[in-house]
């Protein structure tokens, strides 16, 4: 009997174990680890050597290594002459997606693109290029801790760079300053978030990502979308961009794709930080889109 009560005891406790130990395939924000990986495509196929009379898969996989999803990805295929090659004239797309949030998803970490396959001519012996472009969306997580307190003139408190991390990606958020502002019995705080965009890819508009087109001319300012996430609650940009807002960052080339803007969050009530301060974490969010290109060559042999 008493083994009887300890094997059951055992079980319950394992039970509870597995429940709690269980966890998301990733946690950022708020725990963000930072770096600059973020998404990389490699090609699959063409090999360096297709064979004429024969038929040609062409594959890539893109591979999500930061630490966003993508909630929208488009992979275009350019350059080959459809007189050597049947169908794949012109501009070629796919759409994809890739999610860091469920290991049991078949684009998880990672997504699979299979083109149609072509036919490939007996006149098209010799050496051929072909350009993939890559362009998705991503975000940008910027974990950050202010402190709140009646006491505005308390550099202490309110001073200093209060980013705590800025997730896996091309886009950083490199600094994010607070100031509060009196505002009768409350407090309205301003966060004032740096952020610049770096990498060998190219930073364009969220809405050239579904352009089914290979050719794209970015028009400046390139902009993102910014919003935080403060007590559970997004604020965002308004018609007006008004009150509890954000809004957008522009980014331009002579500027060094370098950008700043300040968000406004209004009416604190001072009453609440009686006595001392108080600390409280949010986090930035940032949306954007950038385009990668990788060209290759490969020989037709007979």
């Known amino acids: 009997m008493k ?33 600059s990986s973020s998404v990389e495509m490699k090609v699959n196929s063409p090999q360096d050597i297709v064979f004429a009379n024969d038929r040609m898969p062409v594959s890539i996989t893109v591979y999500d290594y930061g630490e966003s999803s993508v909630e929208y990805g488009e992979v275009c295929v350019t350059g080959l002459d459809e007189e050597f090659f049947s169908g794949f004239g012109g501009c070629n797309c796919q759409s994809y997606y890739i999610t860091l949030d469920d290991n049991d998803d078949e684009n998880f970490e990672e997504s699979l693109i299979n083109f149609d396959t072509t036919y490939v001519s007996d006149k098209a012996s010799g050496n051929h290029f072909m350009t993939f472009i890559n362009r998705y969306t991503y975000t940008t997580y910027a974990p950050f801790e202010i402190c709140f307190t009646n006491d505005l003139s308390d550099s202490s408190c309110i001073s200093g760079n209060k980013l705590e991390s800025s997730s896996s990606g091309p886009l950083k958020v490199t600094s994010i300053q607070e100031r509060l502002v009196p505002n009768g019995n409350a407090v309205d705080l301003r966060l004032t978030i740096d952020a610049e965009f770096a990498g060998d890819d190219t930073l364009i508009s969220t809405t050239d990502v579904a352009s089914d087109s290979c050719l794209t001319i970015p028009e400046e300012p390139i902009q993102a979308d910014v919003s935080i996430i403060m007590f559970g609650v997004e604020h965002v940009c308004d018609v007006d961009c008004q009150g509890n807002d954000c809004g957008t960052l522009n980014f331009y080339e002579d500027q060094d794709y370098e950008a700043s803007i300040t968000c406004k969050l209004d009416n604190f009530l001072l009453g609440q930080f009686v006595g001392g301060q108080d600390t409280y974490d949010g986090w930035v969010r940032i949306d954007y889109a950038v385009e990668q290109k990788d060209s290759i060559e490969f020989k037709v042999e007979e």
């Open 3 to 35: 083994k009887y009560i300890l094997l059951i005891l055992f079980l319950f406790l394992a039970s509870c174990a597995t429940e709690t130990s269980e966890e998301l395939p990733t946690d950022c924000p708020p725990d963000c680890s930072g770096g």
